[in-house]
């Protein structure tokens, strides 16, 4: 173990802990990064599927994910990231719209025209609006019937919102929805189509290159070793007890602790005071339940697809080789059927094969060609902290960076606001935790 009076644990290696540690150690402090996973990556990780790297939950980025894109230029992965058209749908049980363009929504039947125009110009409206605090205690579902109507939010919001929060849909902060609204609009020009980015290579590029260079710059990475608790000692000292190789419980001082794990996580490892306690306490998620397929054929035209018919049992389906050019995957189809699910639902319960027989039932109506025997191979995962649920007056119960414990630091997804979460403001608030770690040890030596 390295000893260094600027040493720093980070727990975590998702994309918050991993960048936060390159960050750190190009301004000259030691890291050693904590693990509980056999990987790294987090939610960000992929698996091997047929021969391709492909992300345990579906990724792109935006144009405006500035933060992720220069960490990308300064790990030499600028040539990396191609820009693909999005092509996006809508599904209401029945039938499938394209959904992308003006044009898409002039002709967009299930709603009167004046209900059309309504949301054309509301979605402008909030496209330009650039200041949101006003917008604070207001929730998404209130909010767009008020303004755009109940058609407009029974039609297209709502299953958006469901899409993302599923049962917790109607409790949503309009903020959030803002920033929605700014990222996926942000990401086209004009009336322009949408483009996403995509590392080629996959997100596992990006995890690898950054991997080497902490390593390279003397940090240390130990997977399979969960940290089961951050103390002080009698002596005041700050220490961790971990696992490490899951196999042998050990402890070790450090100056400084950053921990990136999800509250509730947080919870278990580190005794705070009530106030903070509170804070952690109402940081709720949901968790991802996500089937990736390789098929035979594909399923829509579309990349991302909206499931606006509440008898669905899966909320969206998003075909990741149209998205990529077909030449990416050789030809080979790969789709996510995904849910984000309270974690005591009945499907983030429910043994896969009985799951995936319901969902394979639904995807029939979606394409009536589709058979079980289109699945080739597939793989089924979920992810508990995927989703903070962001509520109205969100601002008032996130923790802070900084904890009440001297020296100890919390950076998670739930501290993303109002923007919604995504590997580019992990990158962000990595920058962020860092400065504010380094006034830490500046403030240290002023004393
Ligand atoms: C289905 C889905 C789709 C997404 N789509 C996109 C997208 O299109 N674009 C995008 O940019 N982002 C997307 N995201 C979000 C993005 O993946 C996350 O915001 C980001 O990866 C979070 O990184 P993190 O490091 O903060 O957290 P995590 O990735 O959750 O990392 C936390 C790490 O801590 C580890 N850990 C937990 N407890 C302990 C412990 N006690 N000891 C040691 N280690 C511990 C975990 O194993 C994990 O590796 C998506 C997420 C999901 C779930």
Redesign the pocket.
């Known amino acids: 173990m390295i000893s260094n009076e600027k040493n720093i644990t980070i ?7 991993l960048s936060s540690a390159y960050y750190l150690l190009k301004k000259g402090f030691h890291v050693e990064i ?4 056999p990987f790294i ?4 990780s992929t698996i091997n599927l047929s021969g391709f790297e492909i992300e345990r ?5 935006f144009t405006g ?1 500035t933060n992720i894109i220069d960490l990308m230029n300064d790990l030499g992965l600028q040539n990396t990231l191609k820009w693909h058209p999005s092509s996006v749908g809508i599904f209401d049980g029945e039938k499938l719209f394209s959904f992308q363009s003006p044009i898409d929504l002039i002709k967009f039947d299930k709603i009167p025209l004046f209900d059309r125009l309504r949301l054309g110009l509301i979605t402008l409206f909030l496209k330009y609006k650039k200041k949101w605090k006003s917008l604070e205690s207001f929730t998404a579902s209130d909010w767009i019937r008020g303004r755009a109507g109940k058609n407009v939010y029974d039609q297209i919001w709502g299953p958006l919102l469901r899409g993302k929060f599923g049962d917790y849909s109607e409790e949503i902060g309009m903020p959030w929805f803002w920033g929605k609204i700014q990222t996926r609009f942000g990401s086209r020009k004009r009336f322009s189509q949408e483009v996403l980015g995509y590392p080629d290579g996959s997100f596992k590029i990006i995890l690898d290159t950054l991997s080497k260079k902490i390593q390279s710059l003397g940090g240390v990475i130990y997977k399979n ?4 608790k951050i103390y002080f000692n009698d002596q005041k000292e700050l220490k961790i007890k971990y696992i490490e190789n899951n196999i042998s419980q050990k402890t070790k001082n450090t100056n400084v602790v950053l921990s ?3 509250s509730f ?1 947080m919870l278990k ?1 580190c005794d705070f005071p009530d106030e903070y306690k509170v804070k952690l306490e109402s940081s709720k998620y949901l968790g ?1 339940s ?1 089937f990736i397929m390789e098929l035979k054929e594909s399923l829509t035209p579309y990349y991302w697809l909206n499931i606006a018919d509440k008898n669905s049992p899966f909320l969206g389906v998003i075909e990741q080789s149209n998205l990529l050019s077909h030449n990416y995957y050789k030809n080979k189809h790969f789709l996510y059927l ?1 849910n984000y699910l309270d974690r005591n639902d009945w499907r983030y319960k429910l043994e896969e094969s009985e799951l995936l027989n319901i969902y394979c039932d639904y995807l029939k109506k979606i394409n009536v060609n589709f058979n079980k025997d289109w699945i080739l191979d597939y793989t089924y995962n979920k ?1 508990s ?3 903070p649920i962001i509520g109205k007056n969100y601002g008032e119960i996130i923790p802070e960076i900084i904890t009440p414990l001297k020296g100890v630091f919390l950076a ?2 739930t501290q993303i606001y109002p923007e919604d ?6 990158v962000k608030m990595s920058q962020k935790v860092v400065d504010l770690i380094d006034k830490h040890f500046r403030d240290l030596e002023s004393l």
Do not use: C, M, W
């Open positions: 727990i975590g290696a998702g994309f918050t802990g904590f693990e509980s996973a990556g987090g939610q960000a939950g579906y990724h792109h980025l994910d070793s969960p940290v089961k990136t794990v999800p996580e490892i991802a996500v995904t992810i902290a995927a989703q998670n997804t979460r995504g590997t580019n403001y992990s």
